[in-house]
């Protein structure tokens, strides 16, 4: 009798809502017991660099990746409070984790789940208290050295079809450590609503052929009164359909479509266009609590040639309340017109 | 010379993202000005009950409905204190205004916008403090009866394709005021989001020749592993891929596509799921913020005939940052069949 194939438990997982076509995932390694959940007032609470975990690179092991003043160092050679200034680690309760095989699952007739396989990286920069708007040009240049570095040695590995770069500032965004760091984690697969996204920039391309992006930024450019910073390689703007209000868009004003392949005197203009929009930002809002995050293509080998790589700055001047939960319309209180000639001024 | 359209200004905005797809409600009838974005500290206090807008009638004008213990009354006859238990009123900041045109623009080769027309209402039941999870099943009762009896009187109307109804609880789930209430919003389309699930639950009821929701809750029903609560009419579960922990969805047990045609004693029962699974929430995580939402067929004359109602009640155990806004994949901590067997021991 043929055996019966072994359920594997998987240590998180990615399930499918089959209805609305979402992947989750449920991270049970970093599972918490149920009344671990019961609100807890205390998580907005700032920890002392004394008992910071990304203070004391003991708790850390060794650097995956590890930058001392804007160049590379071995990783093995560094100690606690020496050179280094910028540092690649695991994160100790991953969402997605290595693993040699990508299990699907079927339970029942409709669920469908597999084990969600990647890898989750912690990017830290070695000051407790400042953070990236308060950061040199030079200092936020070695972060992107950073996440290009690690972007392209982990492009190439097995499962890894997408990877997302993010960064989280303040409780309210969902930095439950308040020590600046950012995140890069790899998925298997691209969600359905990204799919969607770049199905119409590739539609958009074969028609028209060009890229959507750069005839959005072409218009932009010359109506002007959406744009909030602009130097020679990128333009920072508050797009059209905000989600957020100041919401901004930073993308490269030529076309290119691959992130990782930015070069050396782009990457210190997207560190001055960084720069420049952080802290009109923290000044203009008082340091808001904001998250931000890459959209680039996806490296499952498939030709993206017609997308246009950029990043979303999210200050968190809103919640996503029942309505937008709902219907999945975001509602923001300001013109975007608005927003931008407010921080364009600062 | 043909005389040029003119632009009218909307007092709120649908706009869509042209990549994206999404359209959002730019809410310039609640703007504010870029200042007073600054990190309002003050923002989660509790506003106490003699400086309380939902307290004080007078505030609010005449409701457009009223109810008291269970009966419908005449609106005109309430007062401030007494003959009333729950009314709706408009809200005074609405991101939909009823307007007897839908003008549509197009800004630039690519940006679409249209006046966000229709209605914004509030729900308002009497207590200060006493929130949904404290009610009686009679108080439930009313606040169904109310949604139901709103839900009709708004169905017919112009540009109304859409009735969204939602309950925030607490400053994390995006109540600016604490007094216990719900909102009902009426918008004049449907996001691609929502399309795209109607689109694959009409698909599988096409080819199957069932309801895709009936056939999942008859899984849930047989494993059982993921139920909370049931009763003669509904089903209350964690389903199997939770967009964030202790997410629990209540659906009727028979295939209903429609909310408003709920009958006496489904209400009934709908309060008694309604009081368990809210009160075994507040019990359990200890008075969490939470948004719950409906979802119930579009009535924009479509037939709808594959869709199954149902509610959705989000607790706020958790923030989506930068990987979920990027990926649009949400992370959950805790496995659903867990979190369900921790509310349904409570």
Known sequence: MAKKPQKIKFPSELRM????????????????????FKKEKEKGKKISQKDCPFCDLDKQG??????NNGKE????????????????????????????????QIEGKLHKKMNAVGFHEVVIT???????AQFSIEKIKEVID???KRYLMLKGKKFVNYISIFHNHGFQAGASISHPHSQI????LIDIDLQAALKRAKEYYEKEHECIYCVLNEWERKIKKRIVFENADFLAMCPFASKTAFEVIISPKKHFPYFEEIKEEEKWNLAEAFKKVLYKIYKGLTNPDYNFYLHTAPCDSLNYDYYHWHWTILPKTSISAGFELGT?????TIEPEKAAEYLRNI
Chains 1, 2 share one sequence.
């Open 62 to 67: 060794e650097p995956i990746l590890a930058f």
């Open 126 to 132: 070695k000051d407790h208290n400042k953070h990236l």
């Open 17 to 36: 809502d089959r209805v609305g076509g979402d992947w989750v995932v449920i991270a049970t390694g970093r599972a918490k017991r149920p009344e671990m």
């Open 185 to 188: 984690i790899t998925a298997p």
């Open 328 to 332: 999945k319309i975001e509602i923001s």
């Open 73 to 104: 160092v071995i990783s093995a050679n560094i100690n606690a409070n020496n050179n280094w200034t910028t540092i690649v680690v695991p994160n100790k309760y991953p969402a997605f984790i290595p693993y040699d095989e990508l299990n699907e």
């Open 146 to 148: 950073v996440y290009q």
